[in-house]
């Protein structure tokens, strides 16, 4: 998504969630893709191995019209704890796909992910015309389908991925206000 005066800045209870930037880019970040987990279950973060790699990435999606990629900020540190992408944005069909990284190990499993995606996803059917999120997670991650599940999001299908031996299950969710 092109940087403009209509990019949000979002205050939840606990978090800023704020478009990111190359500058974003930090040896924490790095290591968050290094981790076992996210090795595992993001599929980009083997492809992620220097600061220039990780920089050029979030350049690659600055620009782009069909992507939003915010990083969640604690409010009363302004620690970087993780990210949340909507992309692609389809704005004929009114969907986006999301994925997400709660990439601080000690947030996870304490709703981030639940309080960020309500916020975004509100402001993306309010500005941006968007009613439907879909993802991907594969069947063996048990937080993040409870997760999901708790957001409002609902089982869709089931898919095989070649990128990954475990079978991805698809999930969907309406936003409401």
């Known amino acids: 998504m092109a940087s ?5 800045v979002l205050v939840t ?37 220097s600061l220039d790699d990780l920089r050029a990435y979030i350049a690659s ?15 009363l540190t302004g620690k970087h704890i993780g990210n949340i992408k909507y992309e692609p944005i389809d704005y ?3 969907s986006a796909e999301m994925g997400i990284l709660i990439g601080d190990p000690s947030c996870r499993g304490r709703g981030v992910a639940q309080e960020v995606i309500q916020a975004s996803s509100i402001w993306l059917k309010n500005h941006r015309r968007i009613s439907t ?24 299908g089931v898919i095989r991925d070649p990128r990954t031996p475990n079978e991805i299950m698809r999930m969907t969710m309406t936003i409401d206000d």
């Open 4 to 8: 403009n005066a209509q990019d949000p």
């Open 13 to 49: 209870e606990r978090f800023l969630l704020r478009p990111l930037k190359p500058s974003d880019a930090s040896q924490v970040y790095l290591s968050w893709l290094a981790d076992q987990d996210a090795r595992r279950y993001i599929l980009a973060a083997g492809a992620t191995r």
């Open 61 to 75: 999606r600055v620009s782009k019209t069909d992507v939003l990629f915010l990083g969640i900020f604690q409010r």
């Open 92 to 94: 004929a069909d009114g």
């Open 133 to 156: 999120i879909h993802l991907g997670v594969e069947v063996n991650n048990e937080g993040a389908l409870k997760a999901y599940l708790r957001t409002g999001f609902k089982y869709s």
